[in-house]
Nanobody, 125 residues
Framework: QVLLVESGGGLVQAGGSLRLACAAS????????GGWFRQTPGKEREFVAA????????YYAEFVQGRFTISRDNAKNTVYLQMNSLKPEDTAVYYC??????????????????WGQGTQVTVSS
């Protein structure tokens, strides 16, 4: 069992930056693929980014390419999402997730095993 806790969300103006962190407890995060999804009211949860368990491979949704960076520090059991050049349409609840499958990085919510409680990101125009 892995417990994931996100932090770093908040209110920022368009063009600004935020850094989300996801701390894991219970099991070492280095044994899991890490990911971030986001969700707005009335919409399905959508893939944002993922990182392999070694940190050697990263994957992004097209709408965040070049603006967001996912990284991890397995010694600290933490996965990060650096978000730059934020836009109002990035406003959402951002969820951290972990997947026990190490050989495949998924882009669907049902491919992930553990979820955090979410952190609100609001980008004002």
């Amino acid at each position: 069992q892995v417990l994931l806790v996100e932090s770093g969300g908040g209110l920022v103006q368009a063009g600004g930056s935020l850094r989300l962190a996801c701390a894991a407890s219970g099991r070492t995060f280095g044994m899991y693929t890490g990911g971030w999804f986001r969700q707005t009211p009335g919409k399905e949860r959508e893939f944002v980014a993922a990182i392999s368990w070694t940190g050697g491979s990263t994957y992004y949704a097209e709408f965040v390419q070049g603006r967001f960076t996912i990284s991890r520090d397995n010694a600290k059991n933490t996965v990060y999402l650096q978000m730059n050049s934020l836009k109002p349409e990035d406003t959402a609840v951002y969820y951290c997730t972990a997947d026990r499958t190490l050989t495949h990085v998924g882009r669907r919510p049902d491919e992930y095993d553990y979820w955090g409680q979410g952190t609100q990101v609001t980008v004002s125009s």
